[in-house]
């Protein structure tokens, strides 16, 4: 096994297919396209295996294999992955879903998907000698990048837009990183950012490093794929921010395929979910062209997706086109009831991106896309925690009571009432 090869050929325009040496570089100096990792898979095949991969670790690196990541030294890891995959059968019922799934990925080290990307960004730096791991952020990708960079030893710098939630800054300034405000929206922190990448021997996971970060989104679908038997959903539901997951999870299906670690047949139908206040994805979608037009200032309580200018958001359209999929968008409002209700139906608490993906699954059932008996998989990408002032109002709290029986029976008759109680029907 150490004698093999490099699996990592080169990165390759995903646009024109232009090779350039592997390096902290993501432009295609041809044509802008975005580069992506291109592996030797013939050296790949010879490792990846079912038997191998269900022999590795119970993290997303049993995928190592197929992660550009070949230093002998083990990677910068949390234990991120291998996230629960739950059948969620009471929120398949409201929805007429028999065989709905939720891959619950907010259970990562620091509560988000951004966990996966990350640690192969910091592992893939820090081998390359990078002393500086920063990104340009919308909260989850902070987090997750404050907390690597401490676990490898690297300095982190985070570049933040000013009005992000409370709760997603005080988790990232825990780890000491140079967290810097910016007034500014998300994709003027971004266009910061890259000039920094460009002038100081800096690696940011989202800009110089997004070939390598980028690769970590695929092991969510090869985990999915797994955890369903080693069997390909129907359906994907996916939320949408940069696009660069979604992009990610088609090529992950194709590399399974590919590798005979599934039956080659019908591929997912792949689905994009959006915010109404950003969603420009959506909207390219709906107009049947698959030209991206900027949202200048993102507007919704969905800031984990609030990216205005998604970078892969063209190829977000054209892939969910080519599957079988659909891009959509719902209101706030949809939102916070898509967050209460996978809360209520299956006991799992997901961030407004969460709420998105839930609100997209409930007004594509409503509208009769599916008979009832596809596999359908729903993305939870981050957890409720992070931005748990969104609810606040939703819920009224009752006035505490003395600690008494009588005081229980006077301020809850109804529930201790056999013949009235709302209760009497579940507890016989
Ligand atoms: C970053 C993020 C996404 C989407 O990421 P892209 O790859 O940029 O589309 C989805 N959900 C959550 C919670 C995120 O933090
Ligand atoms: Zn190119």
């Given amino acids: 096994m150490s004698h093999l090869p490099p699996r990592v050929r080169a990165l390759r325009c ?27 898979y013939a050296v790949v095949a010879r490792t990846a295996t079912r038997a191998a991969i269900e022999a590795g670790p119970m993290s997303m690196w049993r995928y190592h294999m197929l992660l550009p990541y070949e230093d002998p030294a083990p990677p910068v890891t949390l234990g991120e992955g291998m996230t629960p995959l739950v059948h969620a059968p009471r929120l398949g019922e409201v929805l007429g879903l028999r065989h709905l799934y939720i891959k619950n990925d907010s ?41 690597y960079a401490a676990r490898a030893g690297l300095r982190g710098l985070v570049v933040i837009p000013d009005d992000l939630e409370p ?18 929206t998300y994709d003027e922190v971004n266009r910061l950012c890259s000039e920094l990448a460009d002038s100081q021997p800096w690696g940011f996971c989202n800009i110089n490093l997004r070939p390598f970060y980028s690769e970590g989104s695929k ?13 390909l959903p129907d359906e994907i539901i996916i939320p949408v921010a940069s696009g660069s997951q ?8 194709e590399e399974l395929v590919d590798l005979g670690l599934v039956p080659d047949g019908p591929r997912p139908r792949l689905t994009g979910a959006q915010a109404l206040g950003c969603s420009p994805v959506a909207r390219a979608f709906a107009s049947g062209s698959d030209h991206i037009v900027p949202v200048r200032e993102p507007r919704t309580i969905a800031k984990s997706l609030a990216i205005g200018n998604p970078s892969d958001g063209a190829d977000v359209v054209r892939l969910a086109r080519a599957s079988g999929g659909v891009v959509v968008a719902v209101e706030e409002e949809q939102i916070l009831e898509g967050m209460e209700l996978l809360a209520r139906a299956e006991g799992i608490f997901t961030e407004t991106a969460g709420g998105v993906t839930v609100a997209v699954l409930k007004q594509l059932a409503e509208a009769g896309r ?33 600690p008494s029986l009588r005081a229980f ?20």
């Fill in 107 to 147: 259970l990562n080290p620091t509560n988000s998907f951004k966990d996966r990307v990350v640690s192969v960004a910091t592992s893939w730096a820090r081998a390359r000698g990078f002393q500086v791991l920063g990104c340009a952020s919308t909260g989850n990708l902070a987090n997750a990048v404050a907390a």
């Fill in 219 to 231: 092991t969510l679908t090869f985990e999915t794929v797994e955890q369903l038997g080693w069997r």
């Fill in 167 to 184: 709760n997603k800054v005080a988790p990232t300034a825990v780890f000491a990183p140079e967290l810097v405000r910016v007034h500014g």
């Fill in 409 to 428: 029976r006077r301020a809850y008759p109804e529930l201790v009432n056999p013949d009235a109680s709302p209760w009497r029907a579940s507890t016989g």
């Fill in 370 to 402: 599916w008979t009832g008996d596809e596999t359908v998989v729903a993305y939870i990408t981050g957890h409720g925690l992070k931005t748990v002032d969104s609810l606040s109002g939703r819920t009224e709290l009752a006035e505490p009571i003395p």
């Fill in 246 to 253: 979604f992009v990610k999870h088609h090529k992950a299906i």
């Fill in 14 to 40: 995903r646009a024109c297919g232009t090779e350039v040496p592997v390096g902290p570089v993501h432009v295609c100096e041809q044509c802008f396209g975005p580069l992506e990792v291109a592996y030797d």
